[in-house]
């Protein structure tokens, strides 16, 4: 099947129910440690993001968050990056913080070649040059591979944390019945796992022993997948999908920025 055909059944209401949850930001001003950027779509939407700025001599990650998120969350977890010297930028998707419309898959990974663009445009003026990382967790994966696997000589490395590796599994986890829908298990227009495969910058790959969404096998496939020279495997023992962060403790902020270190 031609891969537009299969982006357009991704984006059918009956998937996106289930791949997206989208809730808004209420009306708040960003907190001392942050600051708010809007980033204008390509047909005209504005996307939401939030910025936490260490010195302008840092390593710069660029962070696709995962379902049911959105970058006001991540208030605590800024000043934590900040502190080790990194600034961290978070992108909300379509419908998601302060973002406007409704997402998709196609717009999802249309947005992030956005993102991308804006992002580095602005670094680039600010003076903000040492190293650009993007990071994607879970469904954030989708769109740092998107940019991992197509902007290579303008990034230093790629970190996936609960990524997948292919999308109908996932698809099926999440109560999607991709049978009715003509998916096979070898249909897979999100293709994680084929752009992984032509990453040659560092990676690092991050994921929970018990992820009861997104199985370790994921994070697994994606690391044996990637060609690069350098890349690592990092299993958070005990964790589950959504209590990777605590149980790592600071072990996961202190990986990630040894690696920044290391590889830029």
Request: aromatic share 8%.
């Amino acid at each position: 099947m031609d891969p537009q055909e299969l982006l357009e059944k991704l984006d059918s209401p009956l998937v996106s129910q289930f791949l997206f949850h989208p809730r808004p930001q209420y009306p708040s001003p960003a907190p001392p440690s942050g600051q708010d950027m809007t980033i204008p779509a390509n047909d005209g939407v504005q996307l939401g993001a939030r910025i936490y700025l260490a010195d302008k001599d840092s390593h710069n990650i660029l962070f696709f968050h995962g379902n049911g998120e959105i970058a006001a969350d991540y208030e605590d977890i800024g000043p934590i990056y900040t502190s080790l010297g990194i600034s961290f930028l978070v992108v909300d998707y379509r419908g998601y913080g302060k973002s406007q419309g409704s997402p998709s898959v196609s717009s999802m990974l249309a947005d992030a070649q956005t993102v991308f663009d804006h992002v580095w445009s602005w670094l680039q003026r600010e003076g903000r040059t040492k190293s650009l990382w993007i990071m994607g967790r879970s469904l954030g994966s989708a769109s740092a591979l998107e940019i991992a696997a197509s902007r290579q000589p303008e990034i230093n490395g790629v970190i996936i944390e609960s990524g997948f590796a292919q999308v109908v599994p996932l698809l099926r986890t999440i109560g999607v019945n991709t049978m009715d829908m003509g998916l096979t298990r070898e249909d897979d227009p999100v293709a994680n796992l084929a752009k992984m495969a032509v990453c040659k910058k560092p990676a690092l790959v991050i994921h929970a022993e018990h992820d009861h969404i997104i199985p370790l096998s994921h994070g697994k496939n994606l690391h044996e997948a990637c060609p690069a020279a350098v890349k690592h495997f990092f299993m958070v023992p005990g964790a589950d999908h959504n209590d990777i962060m605590y149980r790592a403790g600071r072990e996961y902020f202190t990986l990630i920025q040894s690696f920044l270190e290391q590889n830029s």
